[in-house]
C-alpha cells in the first residue's frame, strides 16, 4: 500500500509491524525555517534549518509506551520502537487508553500550502526584512532598531495507526517582525510590529513599522499610575494573549482531573452574554489553522460560549471515551499522549472601531502591553494578575502613558465584567484572534 | 553510548570547519549533540507513560563579518556535515574565498559535575516508584487535595564543539528532575501546589533529597491557599524568604547584565561598568562552575570553560557576560555563557547559576523589623524588559506580614518592579543563602536550564499586584 508521499508510507510501514495485541500509532514529521535578523542594514544572523521526527505510540492490556526520536533515519526507528514496547510496562492500566478511530467527518478543504513562499528567493526575503527595518527607522528620529526579522515556516505531518487513522498535511507561513527602542535622554521604551501572510507579498510593511514606532514612542515619559479600581480597553494584541490564557479550562481533559473552574457549569452563564467564544481552526484567516488534529482527525468547528453561555468541551478521543462522547477534534501533540487544547480561539467581533469604544469610557486605561501571564495568572484557580503599560483614558480621551502596574482580577470576573467588543478584529500569528475588549472593574496596582 | 569523537573523527571535523570557511568567512564552529532523555508522567492517580527520546545531530556556524550564517542537520555522516557546512557558508557570504586548513589538538575537557548514578543504568521501575510514592505523599496531606501530577525526568546530554581558531572541546551534561503540583478544592474555588528539585548529577538526586517531602509541600502549599486572601494592591515593602527569590535578580538585573542586549543598547544598565547599580548590601555572583546545580556546565555551547563572574561588588557594577560573539566585538574576554537549547540553535548571550551572596541580617530579625508588609515564601517565573527595566515575578506562595509578624496566606499575584530601583531599594539582607528550584530561562525562543539563589532579603518597595484595596 503505497500512497506515494513519503512520510504516509514510513508511518504505514510503522504500523504495519505492530504484533497481535497491540495498539501502534505512528506520527512522523519534518519541516524547516528561515529566520533572517536584520540590523543596521546588514544581515546578522541567516539560519536555515531543516528537522524531521518520528513518534512512536504503543499501547497493550491498557499500558501506554511512548518513545521518539529527532530523526528519520532507518537505523534509529527500530530503536524507537524497541523504547516504546519497553515503555509500555511500566504504564498504569488505563481503561479509557486508546487510539483514535476514524470518525467519518471529513476534513475540510484548505489551502494551507502556499507554492509561491515555497519558492520564493532567498534575497528577496532578506530585501523585504531590510525594507522594514528601514521603513521603521524613517518613523520617528527618536526610534532605534533592536532588530527587523523574516521568518517562514513550512512543515508536513503524516499519521497511521493500528485503528485505522490514516492522515496527511502540510502547511507553510511566514512573518515579520521588528522590534523597536525609543529614546528620551536616560529613559529608554520599547515596541514592536509585525505581518503575517500566506506569502511575503501579503505584508504590510508600513503599518508594522507604524505600530512598531508608536508603541514605543507613546510610553515616553510614562509614570507610575495610583492603584485604584478601573475600566480596561484591551488592544487587540492584548485580547489574543487573554484569550489564549483560558484555553486550558475548555479542555474536557482537565474538567474530568479537576483542573477546569469551567467544570459542572455546561449551558450555564458564565460571561456577559455579548461574549461568543469559538474554536475554528478550519477558518482560513487563522495563523493557526490546520486540516488535522494532534491524532490526525479532521480539525472542526467548535462553539465553546454562545451568548454568554458555556456550550461544550473539547475533546481527544481519550477524554471523550472517558466522557463518553465524541472526540471534537482538538487533540494536540506536545509529548507522548496527545493532550487536548483549543487550535485557533475566535472572539465573534461586536461593532466599533477601539476609538469608539474609548469614547464610552470615562475613566480608564488603554492596555498596549502586558508581561508576566505566564507567572501572575492561575488557570485553575482563576487568579489573574499581570504586568502592564498603556495610555490613561479620562472622559473618552487617551491621555498621558503609564507602566510599571499591573492589573487584577479572576478569569471568572472579568468573563463576566466584559462591557463592549470591537469590531476592529484582527489575525495574528498565534491560536487567537484580537480585537478590542472592554472590561469593568479590574483592580490597577501601582504607587 | 560512544563518545561525539568517536562518532565523527577530528578529520571530519577539520574538513567541515574548512568547508565554512571556504567562502572567505574568518570563523566557522561545528556543535554536535547527542541527548538522551527519559521521562515518566504520573496524573489522576495513574503513571500515564513512561517516554524515551534520542536527539542527535550537528549544528554548524559561520561568521563572515557581521554576519552569522548558521545550519543544522541530523545525518553525521561526513558527508551531511559538509552539505550543511557549505549550506552555512553560503547564508554568511555568497561567494569564494579560496581553500582554508583547519588543525585541531587533542578534545579539552574542564569537568565540573559529579556524577555518581547514570540515570540511563537506573531500570524504569525505580523512577515510575518515586511517582507513586509523591502521589500518595500529596494525597496523604488533606482530604481537600483531590488532583495530582508528578513528572520525573532525565537527560544525558553529550557535546562536542569545534571552530576553526582551535577550540575542540568536549562535555557530558547529566540532568535529574522531579516536579509535583498538586490542585486542592475547597468552598472558595481551587487552588493549587507546586514544587521542583533538579540537579546536574544523577539519580543520587533522591539519596539527596526525598520526594515524599517535595510532594507534602507541594500540597500543604495548595491547602493553605485555601484560606488565602486577596493579596494587597499597591506599594509594600516585600520579604522575600531565602532560595526562592533568585528570580528577582535573574530579572531585574541579569538579562540586562547580557552582553548581547548591552551591546546594542537594550539595557538600563549600558555604559553602568564601574557605577553603583544596587545597594551596597549585593554582590551578584554567575557561577557556571557551581558543582551539581542545575546551571552548573563544563563548557559552555561554544566550548569555552564555564567560570565563576562577579557581576555585582558591593554594589557596584564590575561586568556584563559574554559569548563569543559580543566579546570578539568589543575586544573583551569570553566569560563561558554561551549557551544555546540544542544544536538547531545558534548560542548567545545566557545566565548559568545566578545570585546574590550572604549579608548580615537574622532572617527572623528581618521580618521582625517589617511592621506591614508581604512574606514572599515562593515566587513563580518572571520577565523583564531589559530596555525600561521593568519586570515583574508570580508569588505562588505568599504571607501577610502584620506588626513584625507572618500571618494571613496570600492568593497568587504579580509582583512589579524597576530593575535599577528594586536593586537599590534592598534594604536587609539575610544570612541563610540558599539555592531555588530548578529553573528553565527563556530568551528569543530558547531555553536553557538556570539555577539561581540569595538569602532571605527585603525590598523596602515593591508593587504588588492584588485585588484587595
Redesign the interface.
Known amino acids: 500500500m503505497s500512497s506515494g508521499n513519503v512520510l504516509q508510507d514510513l508511518a504505514d510501514r510503522i504500523v504495519a509491524q505492530a504484533k497481535p495485541g497491540e495498539q501502534v500509532e505512528a506520527y512522523v514529521s519534518r519541516g524547516g525555517e528561515t529566520s533572517i535578523r536584520i540590523?543596521e542594514g546588514?544581515?546578522?544572523?541567516?539560519?536555515?534549518?531543516?528537522?524531521?521526527s518520528v513518534g512512536i505510540r504503543v499501547i497493550k492490556d491498557g499500558r501506554?509506551?511512548?518513545?521518539?526520536?529527532?530523526?528519520l533515519?532507518e537505523s534509529?526507528l527500530s530503536?524507537?520502537f524497541a523504547?516504546?514496547r519497553?515503555?509500555v510496562q511500566?504504564?498504569?492500566v488505563?481503561e479509557w487508553a486508546g487510539l483514535a478511530e476514524p470518525d467519518g467527518v471529513a476534513k475540510v478543504p484548505q489551502e494551507l500550502w502556499n507554492e509561491e513562499l515555497a519558492h520564493f528567493p532567498t534575497a528577496e526575503k532578506i530585501a523585504i526584512a531590510k525594507e522594514l527595518e528601514k521603513l521603521t527607522l524613517a518613523t520617528d528620529s527618536r526610534i532605534?532598531i533592536?532588530?527587523a526579522n523574516y521568518d517562514d515556516a513550512y512543515g508536513e505531518t503524516a499519521f497511521a495507526t493500528t485503528s485505522g487513522i490514516r492522515a496527511h498535511g502540510r502547511e507553510n507561513g511566514c512573518y515579520v517582525s521588528v522590534g523597536t527602542?525609543a529614546d528620551d535622554g536616560d529613559?529608554?521604551?520599547?515596541g514592536f510590529g509585525f505581518s503575517v501572510g500566506r506569502t511575503p507579498t501579503e505584508f504590510n510593511l508600513g503599518r508594522a513599522a507604524r505600530e512598531a514606532a508608536d508603541r514605543a514612542t507613546r510610553?515616553l515619559g510614562a509614570t507610575?499610575p495610583q492603584?485604584k479600581r478601573t475600566t480596561i480597553v484591551l488592544d487587540p494584541y492584548v485580547t489574543a494573549q487573554f484569550l489564549r490564557v483560558l484555553s486550558g479550562s475548555f479542555s474536557g481533559e482537565n474538567v474530568?482531573?479537576?483542573?477546569s473552574?469551567f467544570a459542572e457549569r455546561l449551558g450555564e452563564s458564565v460571561a456577559n452574554p455579548l461574549v461568543t467564544l469559538i474554536d475554528d481552526p478550519t477558518n482560513p484567516l487563522a495563523y493557526s489553522a490546520t486540516d488535522i488534529d494532534g491524532e490526525g482527525l479532521a480539525a472542526r468547528r467548535n462553539v465553546l460560549i454562545e451568548n454568554g453561555v458555556l456550550k461544550q468541551f473539547l475533546h481527544s478521543s481519550y477524554s471523550a471515551r472517558r466522557g463518553q462522547t465524541r472526540s471534537t477534534g482538538s487533540a494536540v501533540r506536545t509529548?507522548?499522549?496527545p493532550g487536548v487544547s483549543c487550535l485557533a480561539m475566535q472572539l465573534v467581533p461586536g461593532t466599533g472601531t477601539q476609538e469608539e469604544l474609548i469614547s464610552q469610557v470615562s475613566d480608564g486605561v488603554l492596555i498596549q502591553m502586558v508581561?508576566?501571564l505566564?507567572?501572575?495568572v492561575?488557570p485553575?484557580?482563576?487568579?489573574f494578575?499581570?504586568?502592564a503599560?498603556g495610555l490613561l483614558i479620562t472622559n473618552g480621551q487617551v491621555g498621558a502613558p503609564i507602566?510599571?502596574?499591573?492589573?487584577?482580577?479572576t478569569l471568572q470576573r472579568m468573563l463576566q465584567d466584559v462591557v463592549a467588543i470591537g469590531g476592529d478584529i484582527e489575525w495574528l500569528p498565534m491560536s487567537a484572534n484580537g480585537m478590542s475588549l472592554v472590561i469593568n472593574d479590574v483592580?490597577?496596582?501601582?504607587? | 553510548m560512544s563518545t561525539l569523537s568517536e562518532l565523527v573523527g577530528k578529520e571530519t571535523i577539520e574538513k567541515v570547519l574548512a568547508k565554512g570557511r571556504s567562502t572567505g568567512a574568518g570563523f566557522s564552529e561545528i556543535f554536535i549533540e547527542d541527548k538522551r532523555s527519559t521521562s515518566a508522567g504520573l496524573d489522576d492517580g495513574r503513571i500515564e507513560q513512561v517516554t524515551t527520546g534520542r536527539d542527535r545531530g550537528a549544528g554548524i556556524r559561520v561568521v563572515h563579518g557581521e554576519t552569522t550564517g548558521f545550519a543544522h542537520t541530523a545525518d553525521l555522516s561526513e558527508a551531511g556535515l559538509l552539505q550543511a557546512a557549505e549550506a552555512a557558508a553560503v547564508a554568511a557570504k555568497q561567494g569564494s574565498g579560496g581553500v582554508v586548513t583547519v588543525a585541531l589538538g587533542g578534545v579539552d575537557t574542564h569537568p565540573v559535575n559529579d556524577v555518581q548514578i547514570l540515570p540511563n543504568e537506573v531500570p524504569k521501575t525505580r523512577k515510575v516508584e518515586l511517582l507513586e510514592r509523591a502521589n500518595e505523599a500529596a494525597r496523604s496531606i488533606d482530604k481537600a487535595v483531590v488532583q495530582v501530577s508528578a513528572g520525573y525526568g532525565d537527560s544525558v546530554r553529550r557535546i562536542l564543539v569545534a571552530n576553526s581558531e582551535g577550540v575542540f572541546a568536549a562535555d557530558d551534561q547529566v540532568r535529574t528532575l522531579f516536579r509535583v503540583s498538586v490542585v486542592a478544592s475547597g468552598d472558595g474555588g481551587m487552588q493549587t501546589g507546586y514544587d521542583s528539585m533538579g540537579r546536574t548529577i544523577g539519580f543520587e538526586l533522591f539519596d539527596l533529597y526525598d520526594v515524599e517531602e517535595l510532594a507534602a509541600g507541594a500540597a500543604r502549599q495548595a491547602v493553605t491557599k485555601l484560606k488565602a486572601r486577596p493579596a494587597p494592591s499597591g506599594a509594600l515593602p516585600v520579604v522575600i524568604k531565602r532560595g526562592s527569590g533568585g528570580v528577582l535578580f535573574h530579572e531585574a538585573c541579569g538579562h540586562g547584565l547580557e552582553a548581547d542586549l548591552v551591546g546594542k543598547g537594550a539595557s538600563v544598565y549600558r555604559g553602568k561598568v564601574g557605577e553603583m547599580v544596587a545597594s551596597s548590601l549585593v554582590t551578584l555572583i554567575d557561577d557556571g562552575t557551581m558543582s551539581g546545580e542545575w546551571g552548573a556546565i563544563g563548557i559552555d555551547d561554544e566550548g569555552h570553560h564555564s567560570q565563576k563572574n562577579t557581576l555585582i561588588e558591593n554594589g557596584v557594577l564590575t561586568d556584563y557576560m559574554w559569548d563569543y560573539l559580543r566579546a570578539r566585538k568589543e575586544n573583551h574576554r569570553q566569560s563561558g555563557n554561551g549557551r544555546r537549547q540544542s544544536y538547531m540553535h545558534l548560542p548567545m548571550v545566557r545566565m548559568t547559576n545566578t545570585f546574590v551572596i550572604n549579608g548580615t541580617s537574622e532572617p527572623d530579625d528581618i521580618v521582625k523589623a517589617t511592621k506591614n508588609g508581604v512574606y514572599v515564601a515562593k515566587l513563580g517565573g518572571g520577565s523583564v524588559n531589559t530596555a525600561s527595566g521593568d519586570f515583574v515575578f508570580g508569588m505562588t506562595e505568599a504571607y501577610l506580614i502584620e506588626n513584625g509578624e507572618i500571618t494571613e496566606p496570600l492568593r497568587e499575584g504579580n509582583l512589579i518592579g524597576n530593575g535599577p530601583q528594586v536593586l537599590r531599594d534592598i534594604d536587609l539582607l539575610g544570612n541563610d543563602f540558599a539555592m531555588g528550584n530548578p529553573g528553565t530561562c527563556g530568551k528569543d525562543g530558547q531555553g536553557v536550564p538556570v539555577g539561581d539563589g540569595q538569602p532571605t532579603l527585603r525590598v523596602k518597595s515593591l508593587t504588588i499586584g492584588g485585588t484587595a484595596a
Not at chain 1, 485553575?380 to 487568579?383: E, K, V, Y
Open positions: 540590523y546588514e544581515v546578522e544572523h541567516f539560519v536555515s534549518a531543516q528537522s524531521e501506554t509506551g511512548y518513545a521518539y526520536a529527532g530523526t533515519d534509529v530503536e524507537v523504547e516504546a519497553d515503555n511500566f504504564g498504569s488505563d532605534r533592536d532588530d527602542l529613559e529608554t521604551q520599547t510610553l507610575k492603584s474530568q482531573k479537576g483542573r473552574f509529548g507522548g499522549t508581561q508576566g505566564h507567572s501572575g492561575n485553575i484557580s482563576g487568579d494578575s499581570t504586568g503599560s507602566r510599571e502596574f499591573t492589573i487584577a482580577s483592580t490597577m496596582s501601582g504607587a
